[in-house]
DNA sequence: TTATGCTTGTACCGTCTGGTACAGGACTAG
DNA sequence: CTAGTCCTGTACCAGACGGTACAAGCATAA
């Protein structure tokens, strides 16, 4: 019942997570799948029904992994940037793993086929990022404010920006290897002047 | 000889951009492109060699519809945060082109199959662009700089992507219709940082 | 007229795909 | 033992695909 390490479901389920990242979607047959994981067709779709069904699968576990991933820091009032250029190393690093880069390229065949799972990604990867630097932002500006708040959302949106600069993007159409993002951007100094501006 | 408006070559190639734009490369079959050419599959094949080397000829096209595209205003080295503000706002409108979110979203799609025209691709697009951008910066330094011009590539990689936020590939994946790229990032204030740190 | 060259429609080929069917094997429960 | 449940391997299906072959059509050129 416990039975042994990996249950059947979470070696397909694997499997197909290596295969698409690797290959991506349309390339990956269902035999090439039922090979590496060590199974049968039948199988697969006894446990998710179509191969759509499959690359669902695949996106939500892989989105719930880096939703529940960052606990993240406790923000310190006192030194708000500190806080910042801290959320922005770890976004910075995430982003350079290869693995985070073959993911998004992966989503970017996927969209098509899934946009449900395209718009849950967006949701968690972006959305719920800005909205975590936005509080970062919110909390300490009060601190160090020379002027009212305004723009929030706009302003984490050109952090993130600023970080996931346009060599990400070729390293996710794979003309680079890692993108090495501009860790510069974390010197303070940078955006400074965001909270100077009227 | 001249024939008429169009050529038979020239008619195949902006089927094939049409439908790849709209579907997909890998959803559009040899049929559907003759008939929406108006030709036949032997003529494209005797065109184009394969479907591939169509893809090829298609990216290739557009690139070089986007890299012949803009003249440029001529830099004015008294005040080049104006040239600087110029070149951001037509670089945005041009972002903002739904013809051009679909290209980048066909280019994504690309990358797999033709590597070649993925690099030419970022070549024209990104690093031309960054160049032109430095260019200006370059040039326009020597009439404002408190300091030396560290860092400039960085400088002209920032500034693109804080034009070009995540929004961007919202759009790209299909969940939003148009980024609107954060028009703000255009005032001058944003970006005096740059030239103030070390 | 004949000859040449290009285009056309259609039929065809081999291959691969997602998905299903099925006959048996391995295992557990009682 | 039997019955039942799940899994496996394999074979198969119908459809679509990229690409080729070819006979016929049409226009030019002499």
Redesign the pocket.
């Known amino acids: 019942m416990t039975a042994e390490t990996k249950s059947?479901h979470d070696r397909v389920l694997r499997s197909a997570r290596k295969l698409f990242f690797e290959k991506g979607f349309a390339a990956?047959?269902?035999?090439d799948l039922a090979r590496e994981a060590?199974?049968?067709?039948?199988?697969i779709?006894?446990g998710f029904g179509?191969?759509?069904g499959l690359l669902g699968a695949v996106i939500a576990a892989e989105v719930d992994r880096f939703t529940t991933a960052p606990p993240e820091e406790i923000v310190d009032f006192a030194s708000f940037r500190k806080a910042l250029v801290g959320f922005g190393t770890n976004l910075l690093a995430f982003l350079n793993e290869p693995e985070t880069i073959r993911f998004s390229r992966m989503m970017h065949e996927a969209a098509r086929r899934r946009p449900d799972a395209a718009a849950l990604y967006l949701e968690a990867a972006y959305d719920g990022t800005a909205r975590r630097i936005e509080e970062i932002i919110a909390a300490g500006l009060p601190h160090c404010a020379p002027g009212p708040a305004v723009a929030l959302p706009d302003r984490a949106e050109r952090y993130m920006a600023m970080l996931k600069g346009h060599r990400y993007e070729m390293a996710v159409l794979g003309a680079i290897e890692r993108p090495y993002l501009h860790p510069q951007t974390l010197s303070t100094a940078s955006f400074d002047a965001w909270f100077a501006e009227a």
Chains 1, 2 share one sequence.
């Not at 990956?28 to 035999?31: F, I």
């Open positions: 059947n990956t047959s269902t035999v060590g199974t049968s067709k039948a199988t779709y006894a179509s191969m759509e």
